[in-house]
């Protein structure tokens, strides 16, 4: 079909040329073959008036070879099939062809190895037809010529352009195959020229090249392969690109330069290794219904141009940007379909854009990025699945309205240093009225869907800016972040389910209300340095880490807010003063209820802290703060303080937390407080000089009181059936007049030094390891009551005091680990040992004892029993094992072993009473002197004195 085209074509074309010459003469045609020379063809053209056509005949080879003519006269110059025309470029065989004449045409040749194989200057009316041309420096060159029709020709491997049109008018070239030359198409200083269903491949230059031209169309041409761009458009103006297919080229595919009233339109631009499109320099320029994908840099590139109207196209998966712009004005881009690039939109520099009803995705970097711009209106768009959806850097003027912008990687709104200090009255500024929340704004961000991003919304540095009405759902940061910016408006938005913070602010001035802040995974509100703080009358419900967070906010005003089952913190105030929290309901929070962390002088009155995770209240480095008749309940701590002086926690009801009330803070007046259910303990106190007086705490699973600083004073508090009713960490802590009862493991615990312990009653349930557990030094225990524990008292330590207590217990009354203790004047009883002593230079005198196995239980050298009781032990009233201890004045009759049992060396048992079974020492130089043995008969008579060992003294011993 395509042979039964191009042969048409010769016979219509060698028809016209015949008809027009026998309009004026009769119609001659000369025939020349492979025999005629150079000179007779010429001859034959010069020579002969009446010639209208000149054809080559095929008699043999069809080879003419080095015929170069030049065509003086209206000539059709045709061929039979398989004539070639071969120069030699050696030679200096310059034209095959040399046209220099009007009404001239060149059918049917193969022109080989010419420097150029046809060439015109100057003519008119010229048609070159259904040739071949190759291997020549130049093709087909036509200069200054008029109404010429180039068509239907192979040009092939030249060095030179494949066709050169200069300074020509109505150039007609069409279905030519343009391969392996320079420029497949070079046209400069033309006009009114047609470039369709052209294939123009693998050129070294561009495909076609337009220079200094008026009124091209470039229309339904295959264009790919060339090294150069598809289309280079410079200096020209009225220019139709369609319908062509421009695919992997070296440069651009379609490249336009200081060129103005351009069209391109309902191309397929695909794989070139620079842009897609590129105008640079340019104005009133229309990018149409194109398709542009796989470019190796931008989609569509522009730069240094206005009113450029991009419409309708497709820009995918272009190595760069979909489309980039930079240092334009008054750029349109409208239903674009842009995808799969690098950044879907990028402007730098530019002025008065309107990005409105595009669908961007899929973009690895950022759906629309400004850098430096102003006066950008962004409506309407469908900004998804991208790295990021809109981001402004040093920009002002910016209208965000009514986008879609959802799931993408960054962040969906990115503002960042605004230039509004470069707006001045009389600057142009195409928002006028557009609605913005407040006309005073730089910035309006309304209306907006932004969901399912990584971050929503961030500021920074960007001034006057006003978010209203937005949805802001399901982002995986925070719904909005705000950074060292001012006069900042956030309202009536709906701020929902995002994974981080709903609002971030950072050395701000925001103004925030009416906002549904909800099922955020951070805090609801989070501000950091933002003075004067107002949150009021927020719905903050849900929200992960808390509900409202303060850092560095002075004066700030939190009242009647709903803070409401937040699975992190209620609210969290650090590093400000004169905060009044009142009258807020912070319910079911799963993180801190309250928290401040180094204010002063504040107030926290008359709050429901209820069910929250962590903490009900915590005041860190707060200092001359008053928690005043709070409800605090279900929390972790009930009230933590730390690090601070001079608060006061009174008249609060703290109840079933896990800790009641933990403080490290100094001077702190504990008061009057009702404690109960903790699941840890009580009230645990880590700073010093505080005083705890007059609480209640019940039902402790740790410690009613913990006890971790020195110098505190806890009096007059009642703590019953908790774990442990009191641990004492720390030295020099008073406590006294305090009723301790039915706590599940020890009443009183004490792991330090100088504690006065005195007057308290303990009592447990008989099942308690130890009524009072003491490891420390100096401690003075004095007049207290234990009752009810399997062990009375175990010491484990030097110096401690241990006076007119009394103890009943099952197993042990007294243990002592450790030297130059003193215990005295106690009363024990109920128990199977006594006393049991481990340990050097101890004095244990003036106690009594009713057990049921040993007395006394001594293990060591140099300790001091004296005028102790201790009768009718089923073993011994008093065993020890050690050297030089002394036993003295003390009544232990009716033990069934022993009244003494000693091993040892050097020891003194004297003046003691040991009746039935009396006294047995295993060692040397022991001294047993003037005891009283009692009269026995029978079978213990013999255990009146048992002596094994050398140079014992045994003197003055009687009944």
């Not at 000179?39 to 095929?58: A, E, N, P, Y």
């Not at 992960?544 to 709903?562: E, P, Q, T, V």
């Not at 279900?634 to 609060?652: A, D, L, Q």
């Not at 002592?816 to 006594?834: H, P, Q």
């Amino acid at each position: 079909m395509k042979n039964v085209y191009k042969n048409l074509l010769v016979f219509l074309s060698i028809f016209v040329l015949i008809v027009c010459s026998l309009s004026s003469v009769s119609a001659v045609i000369y025939h020349v073959n492979e025999t005629s020379t150079l000179d007779d063809i010429q001859d034959l053209i010069d020579t002969k008036g009446d010639i209208t056509g000149l054809h080559f005949d095929k008699l043999g080879s069809g080879l003419y070879d080095s015929i170069g003519l030049d065509i003086t006269h209206a000539i059709t110059i045709t061929c039979d099939v398989g004539v070639k025309l071969v120069g030699s470029i050696d030679d200096f065989n310059d034209y095959a062809f040399n046209i220099l004449s009007d009404n001239v045409g060149i059918i049917g040749f193969t022109i080989s190895e010419y420097i150029t194989g046809i060439y015109s200057d100057g003519y008119s009316n010229i048609n070159i037809n259904n040739n071949t041309l190759k291997n020549s420096e130049f093709s087909i060159d036509i200069r200054s010529t008029n109404n010429t029709t180039i068509t239907n020709n192979s040009v092939l491997d030249s060095d030179g352009d494949g066709i050169s049109i200069s300074s020509a008018n109505n150039t007609n070239i069409s279905g030519n195959n343009i391969k392996n030359v320079s420029n497949g198409v070079y046209l400069t200083e033309s006009n009114n020229t047609k470039i369709n269903d052209n294939s123009i491949n693998n050129n070294s230059g561009d495909g076609v090249s337009i220079d200094s031209s008026d009124t091209i169309t470039v229309d339904n041409n295959e264009i790919s392969d060339n090294e150069g761009d598809g289309i280079y458009l410079s200096e020209s103006k009225n220019i139709e690109l369609k319908n062509n297919i421009i695919s992997n080229n070296g440069g651009d595919g379609v490249s336009v330069s200081t060129s103005s009233n351009v069209n391109i339109e309902s191309n397929t631009i695909d794989s070139n290794d620079n842009n897609g499109i590129s105008v640079s320099d340019s104005n009133d320029t229309k990018i149409n219904k194109n398709k542009v994908k796989k470019n190796k840099n931008n989609g569509i590139s522009t730069d240094y141009s206005r009113k450029v109207k991009i419409t309708n196209n497709h820009a995918s998966s272009n190595i760069n940007d979909g489309i980039s712009l930079n240092n334009v004005e008054n750029i349109s881009i409208n239903d674009n379909n842009i995808s799969s690039n690098n950044y879907g939109i990028y402007a730098d520099s530019s002025d008065i854009i309107y990005i409105t009803d595009n669908n961007i995705t899929n973009n690895h970097e950022t759906g629309i990025f400004l850098n430096y711009d102003k006066n950008i209106i962004m409506t309407d768009n469908k900004i998804t699945n991208n790295n990021g959806g809109i981001s402004a850097f040093y920009s002002t003027l910016l209208l965000i309205r009514s986008n879609i912008i959802e799931n993408n990687l960054g962040t969906a709104i990115y503002l960042n240093n605004d230039i509004n200090n470069e707006i001045t009255w009389n600057s142009t500024n195409i928002l006028n009225n557009s609605y913005m929340g407040h006309a005073s704004y730089y910035v309006g961000i309304v209306n907006n869907i932004i969901k399912n991003n990584l971050e929503s919304i961030e500021i920074n540095t960007f001034n006057y800016t006003s978010m209203v009405f937005n949805t802001i759902r399901s982002n995986l940061n925070n719904g909005i972040n705000i950074y060292s910016s001012n006069n900042i408006s956030i309202s009536s938005n709906n701020i929902t389910n995002n994974e981080g913070n709903g609002i971030f602010v950072s050395e701000s001035d925001v103004s925030i209300g009416n906002n549904n802040i909800s099922k955020n995974n951070g805090f609801g509100v989070y501000l950091i340095d933002s003075l004067r703080s107002v949150v009021w009358t927020n719905l903050v419900f849900g929200n992960n880490d808390g509900g409202i967070l303060l850092f560095d906010c002075d004066d700030a005003w939190l009242r009647y807010n709903d803070i409401t089952s937040n699975i992190g913190s209620g609210i969290f105030g650090s590093g400000s003063k004169n905060l009044t929290i009142e009258v807020n309901d912070v319910f079911s929070n799963v993180g801190e209820g309250l928290v401040l962390i180094d204010v002063f002088n504040s107030n926290i009155r008359y709050n429901n802290i209820v069910g929250n995770r962590y903490e009900g209240i915590i005041l860190s480095n707060v200092n001359r703060t008053e928690v005043f008749n709070n409800l605090v309940k279900n929390n972790s701590i009930g009230v933590y303080i730390g690090s601070g002086f001079s608060n006061n926690i009174i008249w609060n009801f703290i109840w079933d937390n896990v800790e009641g009330i933990n403080t490290w803070g100094e001077n702190t007046k504990i008061e009057n407080n009702n404690i109960s259910n903790s699941k840890t303990n009580g009230i645990s106190i880590g700073g010093i000089n505080n005083k705890i007086k007059n609480n209640t705490i019940t039902t402790s699973k740790g410690y009613g009181i913990n006890v971790l600083a020195y110098n505190n004073t806890i009096i007059t508090n009642r703590l019953n059936n908790n774990s442990i009713g009191v641990y004492i960490g720390a030295d020099k802590t008073t406590f006294s007049n305090n009723n301790i009862n039915n706590n599940k493991h020890t009443g009183i615990e004490i792991v330090s030094s100088f504690n006065i312990v005195k007057n308290n009653r303990i009592t447990g349930s008989n099942n308690e390891n130890y009524g009072v557990k003491i490891s420390g030094n100096y401690n003075n225990f004095t007049k207290n009551t234990i009752s009810g524990f399997l062990n009375g008292v175990s010491l484990k330590g030097n110096y401690n005091l241990l006076e007119k207590n009394t103890i009943k217990a099952k197993n042990y009354g007294v243990i002592i680990k450790g030297s130059r203790n003193l215990l005295e004047k106690s009363i024990i009883s109920g128990v199977k040992v006594g006393v049991s002593v481990s340990g050097n230079k101890n004095s244990i005198i003036y106690n009594k004892v009713k057990s049921k196995n040993f007395g006394f239980s001594i293990m060591g050298i140099s300790n001091y029993l004296g005028r102790n009781t201790a009768n009718g032990n089923k073993q011994n009233g008093i065993k020890v094992w050690g050297d030089k201890n002394i036993i003295t004045r003390n009544t232990l009759n009716k033990n069934k072993i022993h009244g003494i049992s000693l091993r040892g060396d050097k020891n003194i048992i004297t003046l003691n009473s040991v009746k039935i079974r009396g006294i047995k020492v295993s060692g040397d130089n022991n001294s047993i002197t003037k005891n009283k043995l009692g009269k026995t008969k029978g079978k213990d008579s013999k255990h009146r004195l048992c002596i094994k060992g050398f140079k014992n003294k045994v003197k003055r011993n009687t009944n």
